[in-house]
């Protein structure tokens, strides 16, 4: 196999299969083809067109979209369409920094095919023989990707939380870092994918961040949701993600997007070099 492998599966979708949903004109998310008739028994507030689907203009601002696509998604939960329900709400809006059109429940976002966007922590040292990452494995018990391997924190980005207290919040959950230490993580750029699933479409963005930590420090998981850590050199987690397909997803992307800003992938002898950065942009 081949690293562009990893580029090709984060972005498998069928246009053909998908409708737009459009929210005050914006096209926010793509919905099956085949879910659309569900959606037309909500007629007051979801108007299903030839081309598209689209929330009902009276519906004029955050609350009452909101309000309303409650009532929708909580009428399908009751029938058993949601089962992993979580209690937290992700914004919908097109670009990271718009103003939220709305907000919906987070198991929702890949049936509706709405953007939902996360974090993701690259926590590595430094020794004399080079780069070593902290590596996690995911919670056999976790409800989506049981037992893969995963960044050593990540987390999706609820409504109403800065990037940065997200990245706290989920370092302190899932490694048990300090407040102080995980304020280190630095913002170093963000890859995009739109990846279908059996759930429905994730047009996703995540934001990356690079936490050098001291060799001394072990992450230790305190939510339940990580089975284990283990520290590899980072030769190793390079020939994982390239013969395997071991890590979730889109763990291997921003994998990836840390061997190449950190030079430990060379274009002379990488042949993909270049389509695997304009990969990593959702632009392969």
């Not at 914006?26 to 007051?44: E, K, N, S, T």
């Not at 870092?177 to 429905?200: K, N």
Request: a negative charge; proline letters at 6%.
């Amino acid at each position: 196999m081949a690293l562009l492998d990893h580029i090709r599966l984060a972005n498998n979708w069928n246009r053909s299969e998908f409708l737009p949903f459009a929210v005050a004109g914006q096209i926010v998310g793509r919905i099956r083809r085949d879910r659309i008739v569900r959606l037309r028994a909500f007629p007051g507030i979801l108007i299903a067109e030839r081309d598209r689907i689209a929330l009902a203009p009276q519906l004029a601002d955050f609350d009452s979209r909101s309000a309303a696509m409650d009532e929708v998604l909580g009428g399908l939960r009751s029938e058993g369409t949601f089962p992993a329900w979580r209690n937290e709400y992700y914004p919908v809006m097109r670009h990271w920094g718009d103003a939220p059109l709305l907000r919906v429940e987070r198991s929702v976002c890949p049936w509706l095919g709405v953007r939902s966007w996360g974090v993701h922590v690259n926590g590595y040292v430094r020794r004399e023989d080079g780069i070593h990452m902290w590596i996690a494995r995911r919670s056999r018990d976790k409800p989506t990707y049981p037992g893969m391997l995963d960044n050593m924190v990540a987390g999706g980005q609820p409504i109403g939380v800065t990037l940065m207290q997200n990245v706290v919040k989920e370092c302190a959950e899932e490694a048990d870092i300090p407040l102080a230490l995980a304020r280190r993580a630095r913002a170093v750029g963000a890859i995009t994918y739109c990846h279908q699933l059996e759930d429905g479409l994730k047009p996703d963005q995540q934001f990356c961040f690079d936490l050098e930590l001291p060799a001394d420090f072990e992450p230790r998981n305190t939510d339940g949701e990580v089975e284990s850590f283990e520290l590899w050199p980072i030769e190793r987690v390079a020939s994982v993600v390239r013969e395997t397909f071991a890590f979730k997803f889109n763990c291997n992307l921003v994998i990836i997007d840390f061997l190449i800003r950190h030079g430990l992938m060379d274009p002379d002898t990488e042949p993909d070099y270049t389509a695997l950065c304009l990969g990593l942009q959702g632009a392969a």
